[in-house]
């Protein structure tokens, strides 16, 4: 016959009144079952040091930068100032139809209705693809082929036409 202790099959366990499973947790703990909040850790992805404040703007160890926001892209032209944001892609040209941004562009005539194509992909990696456009895309003043993808980086410039340059900032 089993000791009082053990259970039988199907029937619950029933909770001890006082005993060593009570001592595990503190009293507020053990009624409500969950973890606290704060106990994630933040580290520090250069120096892997466990960071006191997790909003902190740079490691208090290694003071290097942390991220604290998702990556963006920004195009710095002369009459005006794009972002992009991870997964979007913006259409670069005069046409209102068919770029959201067409004010930036409809003063230079050289530049297509449906110029080029720019984006951010989840890495953080920009993008530009030349759409076809008659007088071209350029990054640092070499042209791309029609419907090639470039990598764009932080300080390139990136021309549309003969006109219309823009400084790519990625933040």
Same mark, same amino acid.
């Given at each position: +016959?089993?000791? *009082?202790? %053990?259970?039988?099959?199907? /029937?619950?366990?029933? *909770?001890?009144?006082?005993?060593?499973?009570?001592?595990?947790?503190?009293?507020?703990?053990?009624?409500?079952?969950?973890?606290?909040?704060?106990?994630?850790?933040? +580290?520090?992805?250069?120096?892997? %040091?466990?960071?006191? =404040?997790?909003?902190?703007?740079?490691?208090?160890?290694?003071?290097?930068?942390? /991220?604290?926001?998702?990556?963006?892209?920004?195009?710095?032209?002369? =009459?005006?100032?794009?972002?992009?944001?991870?997964?979007?892609?913006?259409?670069?040209? /005069?046409?209102?139809?068919?770029?959201?941004?067409? =004010?930036?562009?409809?003063?230079?005539? =050289?530049?297509?209705?449906?110029?080029?194509?720019?984006?951010?992909?989840?890495?953080?990696?920009?993008?530009?693809?030349?759409?076809?456009?008659?007088?071209?895309?350029?990054?640092?003043?070499?042209?791309? *082929?029609?419907?090639?993808?470039? *990598?764009?980086?932080?300080?390139?410039?990136? /021309?549309?036409?003969?006109?219309?340059?823009?400084?790519?900032?990625?933040?």
């Amino acid at each position: +016959m089993p000791s *009082p202790g %053990h259970q039988h099959g199907g /029937r619950p366990p029933t *909770p001890p009144p006082y005993g060593r499973e009570a001592t595990l947790l503190p009293p507020e703990e053990a009624q409500r079952r969950q973890p606290p909040s704060d106990s994630t850790a933040f +580290m520090c992805p250069h120096c892997e %040091h466990v960071l006191g =404040n997790p909003a902190a703007a740079q490691c208090d160890n290694c003071l290097r930068p942390l /991220r604290q926001q998702a990556p963006a892209l920004r195009l710095v032209f002369p =009459n005006g100032e794009l972002k992009v944001s991870v997964g979007q892609h913006l259409v670069l040209g /005069r046409d209102a139809g068919q770029s959201p941004v067409a =004010n930036t562009f409809t003063q230079y005539d =050289n530049v297509s209705r449906r110029h080029s194509t720019v984006w951010l992909d989840p890495s953080g990696t920009a993008w530009v693809r030349d759409e076809g456009s008659t007088n071209g895309t350029f990054v640092n003043g070499e042209r791309l *082929p029609r419907g090639v993808e470039a *990598p764009l980086r932080d300080g390139d410039q990136l /021309r549309l036409a003969a006109d219309v340059t823009g400084t790519v900032q990625l933040t």
